[in-house]
């Protein structure tokens, strides 16, 4: 066991302070919702909605050549089934997500070589 200087405990308020401050913040958000909520109202959301990540996706698909959509396609089920069977031999969920990340961006950056340019991408 050791005393805590000055610094330490100017420290450990701080990170007190802080985590009040932000129980707060997420209390005065609640409070802000379900009073909008009461008066028929919505709060608008900053981050991009389904509608959104929609919108973008069908944007892609439009300007993206069909072999790239193909290749594309087949990673996809690719991971999903590489995910599915990491999780059903019980591995931690964080660990197989990052691990199907890093073979995403090392796919990702294989095809970007293999590719000339954005000509083998995009539609002309």
């Known amino acids: 066991m050791w005393v ?6 100017a420290l450990r308020d701080l990170v ?7 129980k707060d913040q ?4 609640n409070r802000l919702s379900k009073f909008l909520l009461r008066h028929g109202k ?4 900053s981050r991009c909605s389904t509608t959104c990540r929609k919108s973008a996706l069908r944007q892609w698909q439009e300007v993206v ?3 790239v959509k193909e290749i594309a396609w087949k990673q996809q089920h690719r991971f999903l089934a590489r995910y599915r069977n990491l999780t059903a031999r019980g591995k931690n969920k964080g660990q197989v997500i990052t691990a199907i990340g890093r073979e995403l961006v090392g796919f990702h950056l294989g095809h970007r070589k293999t590719a000339v340019g954005f000509s083998f991408v995009y539609k002309r």
Not at 4 to 9: G, I
Request: aromatic residues 0%; glycine residues 0%; hydrophobic residues 30%.
């Open 4 to 9: 805590r200087d000055a610094a330490h405990e």
């Open 16 to 22: 007190r302070a802080r985590e009040a401050a932000k």
């Open 26 to 29: 997420l209390r005065a958000r």
């Open 42 to 45: 919505r709060r608008r959301s």
């Open 65 to 67: 050549r069909e072999e």
